[in-house]
């Protein structure tokens, strides 16, 4: 009998292990990052912030790819890059003022994404 109990703990252990990369990238990729690009977008950060915008939809493409191959490490990963674009998108829209939209001098020269 407890031969058996100690299977269980360790079948029920390993696949707690094995859960933790789809679990991460629901939460990340899933959660997180589509909803600040579905708030990006609703916002106009296609046509106020169009850089960091598609930068960031191209970001959560990759990341929904990687997972459908079963590679969550990297979706999770290209699942942050998304949120850290979406997020910048999102700055950019708030800080412009009318008298900015204009001015291509006023953009900060950041990056987002890592890359």
């Known amino acids: 009998m407890p031969r058996r109990i100690a299977t269980y703990l360790g079948l029920i252990g390993v696949s707690l292990v094995l859960?933790?990369?789809?679990?991460?990238?629901?939460?990340?990729?899933?959660?997180?990052?589509?909803?600040?690009?579905?708030?990006?977008?609703?916002?106009?950060?296609?046509?106020?912030?169009p850089y960091e915008f598609s930068k960031a939809q191209i970001y959560l493409d990759l990341a929904k790819d990687d997972a459908g191959r079963g590679c969550f490490q990297s979706?999770?990963?290209?699942?942050k890059r998304s949120q850290d674009c979406a997020r910048r998108a999102l700055a950019?829209?708030?800080?412009?003022?009318?008298?900015?939209?204009?001015?291509?001098?006023?953009?900060?020269?950041?990056?987002?994404?890592?890359?």
């Open 19 to 49: 859960s933790c990369g789809p679990v991460e990238y629901l939460s990340v990729v899933s959660g997180r990052a589509a909803l600040l690009l579905s708030q990006a977008r609703a916002e106009g950060a296609e046509s106020k912030a």
């Open 92 to 115: 950019l829209i708030k800080a412009d003022t009318p008298k900015q939209l204009g001015s291509v001098s006023s953009r900060p020269q950041q990056t987002c994404g890592g890359l």
């Open 75 to 79: 979706a999770i990963e290209w699942g």
